[in-house]
């Protein structure tokens, strides 16, 4: 697995600020771009893509595809970026390998849209020489390194959504070669 070209981390206090976050960096992302999420359940994998979508001017409406696997939200003609790319929303948890992503066909819709594969560190890096990665990490027991993404710890109490994360950007590739300029950190790392 190649180095990250950088890494970038902000925290966010409220589920509105992982959503504005992330419909921010929406209003950057290109047909062809990948987004790896990685977080336990809660850490608001969901919710950040929902903000992907609003800043890329896709349906509305975005829920978890844990079930289906895969949902493609097109672009609104009357959205912010009419024209712009689809997004391709994935769930990549009950997946165990890279050859059984190849099996739900995202290479037909790589190109076009926007895709994001929640639980897809070590299963998609295959799909492009570029990626996003971002890894979302709650606050356990109030301590914030107890929340790893190796998946160690589990913590099923999703109803706090507003209790602070720590978002993780690391970025591969020659379309990430620099980091976008939302994600620079102010003085104490907040956004």
């Known amino acids: 697995m190649s180095e990250a070209q950088w890494e970038r981390t902000l ?4 589920a509105e600020q992982t959503h504005a976050l992330a419909a921010e960096l929406g209003g950057v992302l290109e047909a062809g771009d990948l987004l790896v999420l990685t977080g336990e359940l809660g850490a608001g994998k969901t919710t950040f893509t929902q903000g992907l979508g609003e800043g890329l001017g896709v349906r509305a409406g975005i829920i978890s595809p844990t079930f289906v696997l895969v949902r493609i939200h097109p672009n609104l003609a009357d959205g912010p970026r009419p024209g712009g790319p689809d997004l391709v ?3 990549a948890y009950r997946l165990d390998s890279a050859a059984e992503i190849d099996d739900i066909d995202l290479e037909n819709t790589m190109d076009t849209a926007v895709t994001v594969v929640e639980w897809g560190r070590d299963r998609v890096e295959h799909l492009s020489d570029s990626r996003l990665e971002v890894d979302l990490l709650r606050s356990v027991g109030g301590d914030n390194t107890a929340a790893t993404t190796d998946g160690d710890v589990m913590d099923f109490d999703t109803d706090d959504d507003d209790e602070p994360r720590t978002i993780v950007f690391r970025g ?4 990430w070669a620099e980091a976008p300029k939302l994600l620079e950190t102010s003085e ?3 956004y």
Request: hydrophobic content about 20%; proline content about 7%.
């Open 11 to 14: 925290t966010v206090t409220t």
């Open 89 to 91: 929303h994935v769930d």
């Open 172 to 175: 591969f590739g020659p379309r």
């Open 188 to 190: 104490n790392g907040g």
